[in-house]
């Protein structure tokens, strides 16, 4: 697999770099860990050449989609099913031609929006519809650790930027996009794809300015922090949450409780900004193409304040892209776990 290192390449021989592989390739995937550049670089390599740029919304490493427009003309030309529509005529069933590029689109919208699978998922489907046509070439764009981190921490400074780019290129070239994960920027102006407004702080997003502020767990049993937290909640409703590391039948807390603001959605964050960055690649035949570079086992233990249900899609996509546990603690004290042995041990915890 071809590989893009963008703390070693500055940022026009990155773009030189996957512009000469789009003149070869009509269909590239490009993965690696949140912070590595893949959708900046493919934002600023959009132009004639590109018919359609995809992103597959998956928690804290979003793969990235481009396809030529040569390739997405034939795409839309070539028919791969006859479905069945729940609906008659006069004339019996009623059938719907399928091209093979709205397949590409429902293929990347299923892997992700509703079956919550992974990067590997994602290239084996778009292969098997494409390869034998297209060929699908999977570019990783990768980052040293101190390059992943900080950009992680700051990428909201430039999200308007970034989104402007991106809505000025669709609209000059005519390229399709499905990108919503500009972080920072206003989600309706992502939405609405018309102009960029500066952001304002009652927009949910998920940055670090979200956190309200941070509690230190040093010196704090599990017992305590989880009660903090319970407090936290019901005291000031805001969702919080911290990392526990379980190492050799050992556990202990390695963060701090970060408290959310009015409008964090604090899993989410605490996933992207702590265990997102911390990330080394594996075989793509793996289910988990990306697991924390921990020793030892990760917990992300958050409070939930909204909704009829404890762990949401994110939580549980979250647990299983990341060989992670993730548990999730009501303001009444009740438990949630993507571990079952785990969902008990707190439930212990917390009796009274």
């Known amino acids: 697999m071809m590989v893009i290192n963008t703390s070693k390449l500055d940022r026009g021989e990155a773009q030189r770099t996957l512009s000469s592989e789009l003149d070869r390739h009509p ?36 793969p990235v989609i481009l396809l030529r427009r040569d390739a997405m003309d034939a795409m839309q030309q070539m028919v791969v099913e006859h479905r069945k529509l729940p609906i008659k005529d006069v004339d019996g069933v009623i059938y719907a031609d399928v091209s093979m590029y709205d397949a590409l689109k429902a293929a ?23 390869g034998d046509v297209f060929g699908v070439h999977v570019i990783e764009v990768v980052a040293d650790s101190e390059d992943l981190r900080e950009r992680r921490m700051n ?12 809505l000025l290129k669709e609209q000059r070239f005519g390229v399709e996009s499905n ?22 702080s009652g927009q949910i997003s998920r940055t670090p300015e979200d956190f309200s502020r941070a509690i230190p767990t040093k010196g704090l049993s599990l017992e305590e922090c989880l009660r903090e937290m319970i407090s936290i909640a019901k005291n000031d409703e805001l969702e919080s949450g911290f990392l526990v590391l379980h190492r050799e039948g050992e556990q202990q807390a390695i963060s701090d409780i970060l408290v ?19 990330q080394r690649r594996r075989n793509l035949q793996d289910r988990q ?27 549980c996509g979250g647990a299983e892209r990341f060989g ?29």
């Open 27 to 62: 269909l590239i995937i490009l993965l690696g860990p949140q912070g590595s550049g893949k959708t900046t670089l493919a934002i600023e390599l959009i132009d004639s050449r590109v018919g359609a740029i995809f992103e597959g919304r998956v928690r804290s490493s979003q």
């Open 108 to 130: 990347i919208e299923g892997v992700f929006d509703v079956r919550e699978l992974g990067e590997d998922a994602l290239v084996s489907q778009i292969t098997e519809l494409a």
């Open 155 to 166: 990428r909201h400074k430039d999200a308007t930027a970034r989104l402007e780019m991106l």
């Open 179 to 200: 990108i919503w994960g500009i972080q920072g920027a206003r989600v309706g102006d992502i939405i609405s794809r018309d102009s960029v407004a500066p952001y304002l």
């Open 260 to 278: 959310g603001s009015r409008n964090s959605i604090i899993g989410v964050t605490m996933l992207e900004l702590y265990v997102g960055y911390r």
């Open 289 to 315: 193409v990306y697991v924390p570079d921990i020793e030892g086992t990760v917990e992300l233990i958050h409070s939930h304040m909204q909704g009829d249900f404890r762990l949401s899609d994110a939580d």
């Open 324 to 352: 992670i546990i993730v548990s999730v603690v009501e303001p009444d004290g009740g438990v949630d776990s993507t571990n079952e042995a785990r969902k008990e041990e707190l439930r212990q915890i917390l009796w009274w």
